[in-house]
Nanobody, 121 residues
């Protein structure tokens, strides 16, 4: 079964760093664009960063210069390096795959289960 599994969340003090990982499990042939989203309590889910299969990236203004998205296509994994964390970065972080192929089947709009990031002041 194809799924996205996140890891790396936790509790960190303001100014600290965390690295999130999201691995696609199963026999994956190809993954298109991937992204990280986050949802804080009482707020809508928002886009944090995206990366194409070729490595082009885009970031929300609120995280530019602090967060870096990257991917390892051989490992079917996307990462989010988060530096200079702020209390307002506290949220559940979700990874998303725009589409991927496994055993000749295309799966669209896959989501991970989410990982909690808490930044204390």
């Amino acid at each position: 079964q194809v799924q996205l599994v996140e890891s790396g969340g936790g509790l960190v003090q303001a100014g600290g760093s965390l690295r999130l990982s999201c691995a696609a499990s199963g026999s994956i042939f190809r993954i298109n664009a991937m992204a990280w989203y986050r949802q804080a309590p009482g707020k809508q889910r928002e886009l944090v960063a995206t990366i194409t299969s070729g490595g082009s990236t885009n970031y929300a203004d609120s995280v530019k210069g602090r967060f870096t998205i990257s991917r390892d296509n051989a490992k079917n994994t996307v990462y989010l390096q988060m530096n200079s964390l702020k209390p307002e970065d506290t949220a559940v972080y979700y990874c998303n795959a725009d589409s991927l192929w496994s055993y000749g089947l295309r799966y669209n709009d896959l989501w991970g289960q989410g990982t909690q990031v808490t930044v204390s002041s």
